[in-house]
């Protein structure tokens, strides 16, 4: 009983992630082609399963403000959600009844996964661009998470919200991705200067590099093309665009 349990709850809790991983992959495809049917339709035959990561963490890390803002939110979230798990971790369970109605726990080992995948491109960010405002900004963010969380009146309407949704970083994290997918319209892949052979070049990004033959979007109307080698003289990425 207790193993049929358990793998309903896993095949509960798989279903929505995968359903998630699907949207957040279609949401990438039309952001990144301007939502045009046609164009989507292109690229789609240049994605591949292999480049999923890549999709992921290019969605992060090809829009500077966007990572700035994501990152701004997600280090005081993770830092919420493990000190959440620490404070309810000391905490003895009141009952299996208050238990089931109580909404998840946040992991600790989860926490501290969250809170290392923050700090590291945080890190990262704050290095490259010399943006030392953004751990001002996420100690801000931070403050006032805990002022509305812990600072207002007990069991207020904006203290049980705040609390609510701690208990909830998961979803609220999940959510966040799937905006991001739909709003960031950069691809997950550098921009790239292409000089042709009959003088002109073209701003774009390369999708799939065949022998043979380039698939790339342009920069400013993603349009789709197909270049063969002989048209291609030099390939050069644009930094800091």
């Known amino acids: 009983m207790a193993h049929d349990e358990t793998d309903s709850g896993g095949h509960h809790n798989g279903l929505p992630l995968t359903i998630a991983a699907v949207l957040f992959l279609v949401l990438r495809l039309f952001a990144v082609s301007g939502y045009d049917w046609h164009t989507a339709f292109a690229v789609l035959h240049t994605m591949d399963v292999d480049d999923s990561i890549s999709i992921v963490m290019g969605t992060l890390m090809a829009d500077p403000l966007a990572a700035a803002l994501?990152?701004?939110?997600?280090?005081?979230?993770?830092?919420?959600?493990?000190w959440m798990s620490l404070h309810e971790a000391r905490q003895p369970d009141a009952g299996a009844t208050a238990k089931s109605r109580r909404p998840a726990r946040p992991g600790l080992k989860s926490g501290i996964l969250l809170l290392l995948g923050a700090l590291v491109p945080l890190s990262a960010y704050i290095w490259s661009f010399h943006a030392w405002w953004l751990l001002l900004t996420a100690l801000a963010v931070g403050?006032?998470?805990?002022?509305?969380?812990?600072?207002?009146?007990t069991d207020g309407r904006l203290q049980l919200l705040a609390l609510g949704a701690g208990r909830r970083l998961g979803l609220l994290i999940l959510v966040g991705?799937?905006?991001?997918?739909?709003?960031?319209?950069?691809?997950?892949?550098?921009?790239?200067?292409?000089?042709?052979?009959?003088?002109?070049?073209?701003r774009g990004y390369v999708l799939q590099a065949e022998p043979g033959f380039l698939k790339l979007l342009t920069e400013h109307h993603r349009e789709f093309r197909i270049l063969t080698d002989q048209e291609v003289t030099s390939r050069e990425e644009i930094q800091g665009h």
Do not use: M, Q, S
């Open 70 to 82: 994501y990152l701004a939110l997600l280090t005081p979230i993770a830092v919420l959600w493990l």
């Open 143 to 153: 403050i006032a998470l805990f002022a509305i969380g812990y600072g207002t009146k």
């Open 177 to 202: 991705w799937l905006v991001a997918a739909a709003t960031v319209k950069t691809p997950w892949v550098p921009l790239e200067r292409i000089d042709l052979r009959n003088g002109a070049h073209l």
